[in-house]
C-alpha cells in the first residue's frame, strides 16, 4: 500500500473487554512501532519489532497488553480486559532499517479507542 | 531519562506571518536527532524537519527551518510565510543515536493560522 494503515479508526469497548487493533505497515518496511497517544499529549512509545521479532516492550504499561507480529509484517496489539485509562490513540509507525541518519517514521493515521 | 518539552500549548499566526515554536530537551548523550513532527486533524503524523546532534548548521525544508542551540538544549521550529494548511499539532521528538528508533516527544503545540 502507499502508506501505514489502521484498522479499525475507531474501537468503544466495554470494560473489561478484549480489543485487537491492526496495523499493516508500509511494504518492505522491517521496523515498526506502536504508541499511545493519550487525549492532549504527545505520543508515548509501547513497543518496537524488527521483522517478528519484538526487541523491546519496554512501553507496554502492564500484561494486559500483548503485540505481536508474527510474520513480520501486519501487527496486532491486544489489550486484554480493557479499563477506561487505556482510551487513547494508538499509532503505528513503520520504518526501513536502521541507517545513518535514522530513516523517517511513517505514521498511520491511528486507532480511537474509547473504553466506557 | 530523556524528556522533551514544549512549553506552547497554543500559538497563532496570521497567514503570510512567521511564527517559532519552541522546544527544549534534556539528555546527557551527545549523538542524538531531533524532530518536528505535525499531526493534522486528520491525525496522519508527517515529519516536517530533522536535525542531526553533530551537525552545527540549522537544518532548512523549503519554509521551515530551525534554530538549533546544542549547549542550551533548544530547537525551536520557525515557519515563515504561514499558509492555511500549516495549521495543526506540532510535535517535537527526540531520538537516541545508539537505539533502535524508539522516539520521545513532547506535549505538542496547537497552531492556528488566521486567513
Known amino acids: 500500500g502507499a502508506g501505514v494503515s489502521q484498522s479499525p479508526r475507531y474501537k468503544v469497548a466495554k470494560r473489561g473487554q478484549d480489543v485487537a487493533l491492526r496495523c499493516d505497515p508500509i511494504?518492505?518496511?522491517?521496523?515498526l512501532f506502536w504508541y499511545q497517544q493519550a487525549l492532549g499529549q504527545g505520543p508515548e512509545f509501547l513497543t518496537y519489532f524488527q521483522n517478528e521479532a519484538q526487541l523491546d516492550k519496554s512501553g507496554l504499561p502492564s500484561d494486559r497488553f500483548f503485540a505481536e507480529r508474527p510474520e513480520g509484517s501486519v501487527s496486532t496489539l491486544k489489550i486484554q480486559r480493557t479499563q477506561q485509562e487505556d482510551s487513547a490513540v494508538y499509532l503505528c509507525a513503520s520504518t526501513l532499517p536502521s541507517g545513518t541518519p535514522p530513516r523517517e517514521q511513517y505514521f498511520g493515521p491511528g486507532t480511537r479507542l474509547t473504553v466506557t | 531519562a530523556q524528556t522533551v518539552t514544549q512549553s506552547q500549548p497554543e500559538m497563532s499566526v496570521q497567514e503570510a506571518e512567521t511564527v517559532t515554536l519552541s522546544c527544549t530537551y534534556d539528555?546527557?548523550?551527545?549523538?542524538?536527532?531531533l524532530f518536528w513532527y505535525k499531526q493534522p486533524p486528520s491525525r496522519q503524523m508527517i515529519l516536517v524537519i530533522r536535525q542531526e546532534a553533530y551537525k552545527q548548521q540549522n537544518a532548512t525544508e523549503n519554509r521551515f527551518s530551525v534554530n538549533f542551540q546544542k549547549a542550551a538544549k533548544s530547537f525551536s521550529l520557525k515557519i515563515s510565510d504561514s499558509q492555511l494548511g500549516d495549521a495543526a499539532m506540532y510535535f517535537c521528538a527526540y531520538l537516541r543515536g545508539s537505539t533502535l528508533g524508539r522516539l520521545y516527544f513532547g506535549r505538542g503545540t496547537q497552531l492556528t493560522v488566521w486567513p
Open positions: 511494504s518492505g518496511h522491517v521496523s
Open positions: 539528555t546527557s548523550e551527545s549523538d542524538y536527532y
